[in-house]
């Protein structure tokens, strides 16, 4: 995953509507506003939605989660995330 982008791939578990940018503005229609389908920068929710989506993915790769870690063991072998 590019951690630069990282916040871009979260999917929101609520609705969210946000009106149209400054310079992006629809002269057709500018009065709508638009349902977001992923989460953006700047957003509360965006960090919340990406760490659901990073602890998703490590659980279904068999690592389990501690207070503060991630941790996967393959027989001798342990790894650790924090």
């Given at each position: ?6 916040f ?38 965006a ?6 989506m ?29």
């Open positions: 995953m590019d951690v630069k982008t990282a871009l791939n979260g999917n929101l578990r609520e609705e969210v509507y946000v009106s149209q940018p400054d310079g992006f503005v629809d002269s057709d229609n500018p009065n709508h506003v638009y349902k977001l389908k992923k989460a953006l920068y700047g957003l509360k929710q960090p919340r939605a990406w760490y659901n990073l602890s998703s993915f490590l659980l279904s790769q068999d690592f389990l989660t501690t207070e503060s870690t991630y941790m996967q063991s393959k027989g001798s072998f342990d790894t650790f995330v924090e």
